[in-house]
């Protein structure tokens, strides 16, 4: 029997992603966020360009066709108009999942945030020096949460007005990249429970944990929202974080209850300071009052307490 010679050829596939970029005002940026989502978009990232936000998304090629991005460019441009705001600009391309990996990376260096954090891109060699800050190191992939937005800021300086006092146990619903879960141990909590319905960003987080040798048992992170809180984590909790959009944090108010003892605080973000007091009617309804607010530019965090006879 004579012995053949088998060639085995591999073939080198590329993925395209779109990007799609939205250059607008600072108050339609939370709107766009949220449009993005709708669309299946799989992470953003938002930077400020002088007088307006740049803010862009990736999504599979074959999960979108241009015409998604035309209907996505008629519902934004409507927001823009209804809210008295200049058309923003919409454009879309083409790009190799290489490039989107790491393109954003390059311009994202270490911040210092309040007067406690330092948070710093986990590819950057550790600085030997950090004075009396806590060091946050951070790789948050295609999920919201690198630090450098204002709603992100503002939680974790309301988190840092609870220091040196003791957190407690913490529930983080929404949790993005871990980066309010991560700070929240840094300061102290005794156990943090996080949880998202992004199953990328869920991922990301157990990384950043793991990246800042946060045992498992004290940070445990899930896909899911408040009912998962209920099942997993054996509520009360002493205290809620919650960025995400105010319309969303509009509808889990009336469930914080169910999370909560009759001293259980909550730091809640992602809320333009226009979106501000129906959050705050909200809280009112269902038995919070707001001790405290903290604003950065156009955006609003609210420090809320139980109100309780």
Known sequence: MSRGTVLILHTVMTNYWWEIEVNCEPALEEITFW?????????????????CYQVRAYLPQHQADPQ??????????????????????????????EEWATSWKENWQPM????????????????????????????????????????TQ????????????????????????GILGIGAWLLGASQIYGVDTDPLAVHAARLNRDLNRIPQDQFMIETGSIEQLLEWSHPPFDGICCNILAEVVNGLIPNFQRLCHPHTWAILSGILV????????????????????????????????RNLP
């Not at 998604?68 to 441009?77: E, G, K, N, P």
Request: some cysteine; glycine content about 12%.
């Open 154 to 177: 503002l939680c974790l300086e309301g988190l840092a007005t609870h220091y040196p006092n003791p957190i407690g146990k913490l529930a983080d619903i929404g949790c993005g990249s």
């Open 112 to 151: 210092e945030v309040g007067g406690l954090f330092l948070i710093y891109p986990a590819w950057l060699e550790p600085p030997t020096e950090m004075g009396d800050r806590f060091l946050l190191r951070l790789d948050p992939g295609m999920a919201f949460g690198t630090g450098d937005h204002p709603t």
């Open 35 to 51: 449009r993005l989502e709708q669309l299946g978009c799989r992470g953003t990232v938002s930077e400020q360009k002088a007088q």
């Open 68 to 97: 998604d991005f035309y209907l996505l460019s008629h519902a934004i441009l409507g927001d823009a108009l209804e809210l008295g705001l200049q058309p923003p600009a919409i454009r879309w391309q083409l790009i190799e999942e």
């Open 274 to 305: 226009s979106q501000s007091q129906s959050v705050m009617d909200q809280l009112d309804r269902h038995g919070w009052v707001v001790t405290d607010s903290w604003i950065q530019g156009e955006w609003c965090c609210l420090n809320a307490r």
